[in-house]
Nanobody, 128 residues
Framework: EVQLVESGGGLVQAGGSLRLSCAAS????????IGWFRQAPGKEREGVSY????????YYADSVKGRFTISSDNAKNTVYLQMNSLKPEDTAVYYC?????????????????????WGKGTLVTVSS
């Protein structure tokens, strides 16, 4: 059974930082691009960032470029999202996603349509 388990969400003030983790099991980690989506109340789920776990290439949404950094520890089957300079508009439930056979850029372009597995999400709240 494939599982993606997110952790690290919480409440932070604007300008602060959080690091999200996504621990994957039940899949061949290197075969997947692993990424993060977020969904704010009343809004559609949107792609935030992806990493190609086999090659290390990354891709970011324009709204988070320069503030968020995605990385992976293949020995631990874990992907991280370091979020700095957080803004109130970053408030959302953040979901980990696994997309088989795509590069990071391809997976971002496909959005939810390209996701094979989802985590249950972790809430990030940024106060002003």
């Amino acid at each position: 059974e494939v599982q993606l388990v997110e952790s690290g969400g919480g409440l932070v003030q604007a300008g602060g930082s959080l690091r999200l983790s996504c621990a994957a099991s039940g899949l061949t980690f290197d075969d997947y691009a692993i990424g993060w989506f977020r969904q704010a109340p009343g809004k559609e789920r949107e792609g935030v960032s992806y990493i190609n776990t086999s090659g290390g290439s990354t891709y970011y949404a324009d709204s988070v470029k320069g503030r968020f950094t995605i990385s992976s520890d293949n020995a631990k089957n874990t992907v991280y999202l370091q979020m700095n300079s957080l803004k109130p508009e970053d408030t959302a439930v953040y979901y980990c996603a696994a997309s088989w056979g795509f590069t990071a850029a391809q997976a971002m372009g496909l959005g939810s349509r390209g996701v094979d597995y989802w985590g249950k999400g972790t809430l990030v709240t940024v106060s002003s």
